[in-house]
């Protein structure tokens, strides 16, 4: 039994969680949740405390993993950019239907399991000289809410540039307040010389970065997990990888292969992702195409050929 005597809610709960022992990665499937329940059941007869309650609950809500229990499929780019990705060239309301036909597609080959859409939106934008454009709040809110009614997960994507990494996701912070919000951290844009250098994150920097996240979370009483997706197609973008950490109590990573070419060349760079046991759940990415100029997969891999990767991904997004 916990002495909350001297502990506030996220402390007891935190407290918990470490005497209880780490959930992730090992059983996320819904079916933990009947084992909780024999676990509560088996307990003798006393009152909880508010703090221990609290504790408690906020494990039971970490049992329903949105990764294992779920496969995400995501629509991406920016709101005002039509050749940033599909979600510039169609408005709210169509790429919401759009993605519950893609779903159905989905399910058809994925096991049967559900599946969650999401926008998967690039708030910050690298510009010239590393610099940083950031998406207005009245047009990121409008998106996040229009989710939030409509059962869509949202992701917010910063390009970091030539700024620090930890300073860009902070940035990002303040919108976990909504319950449907996720983020994404892409190494490739964090360079002062966009589109002539690819840029990149160390370990230490994604460990840091997850911890950041999580603390956050503690402090503002935000229940659950959270997503933090790293975006990789080469080894350049993330130093040291083998050092990277994927056991955070609040915090999901998610290594996102996102290169783009014909399917023998993405299932290379897949393989390549797939090296990363320390970072086990991986995410795809595939590019429809667009506008002229813009490179797009030749041709596009079907839903059985993406679930056929290995591992399988359990983030799916389309540019």
Do not use: C
Request: charged share 20%; hydrophobic share 40%; no cysteine.
């Amino acid at each position: 039994m916990l002495n909350a005597q001297s502990l506030s809610a996220p402390q007891a709960q935190e407290e918990y969680n470490r005497a209880a022992g780490p959930l992730f990665p090992n059983a996320f499937f819904s079916n933990n949740i009947a084992s909780l329940r024999a676990e509560e059941a088996s307990r003798p007869f006393w009152v909880f405390t508010e703090s221990e309650s609290l504790g408690y609950y906020n494990r039971y809500i970490e049992a329903q993993s949105i990764l294992f229990n779920y496969d995400i499929l995501a629509y991406y780019g920016h709101p005002l950019s039509a050749r940033m990705g599909i979600l510039g060239r169609h408005t709210k309301e169509e790429l919401a239907q759009m993605l519950w036909r893609t779903a159905a597609q989905h399910r058809q080959v994925n096991g049967g399991r559900e599946i969650r859409k999401a926008f998967y939106i690039i708030f910050g934008t690298v510009w010239p000289a590393g610099e940083i454009g950031h998406l207005r709040e009245s047009v990121l809110t409008e998106y996040i809410e229009y989710a939030l009614e409509n059962d869509i997960l949202v992701f917010l994507d910063h390009q970091i540039g030539r700024y620090n990494p930890i300073d860009s996701l902070r940035r990002m912070l303040p919108w976990l307040r909504y319950p449907n919000v996720h983020l994404a951290l892409d190494p490739e844009w964090r360079t002062s010389r966009p589109m002539e250098e690819i840029g990149h994150l160390t370990a230490v920097e994604i460990n840091e970065a997850q911890k950041v996240m999580e603390d956050y979370m503690i402090e503002n009483n935000i229940p659950g997990e959270r997503l933090l997706v790293i975006h990789q197609f080469n080894s350049i973008m993330i130093r040291n990888r083998e050092n990277i950490r994927a056991d955070l109590s609040r915090v999901r990573l998610v290594l996102n292969i996102s290169g783009w070419g014909s399917p023998g060349l993405k299932r290379d760079t897949y393989a390549f992702g797939a090296q990363a046991a320390n970072i086990p759940v991986k995410g795809f990415k595939l590019w429809y195409e667009g506008l002229p100029g813009v490179h797009f997969d030749d041709p596009l891999m079907t839903p059985a050929e993406v679930y056929g990767l290995d591992p399988r991904p359990y983030l799916i997004m389309y540019q």
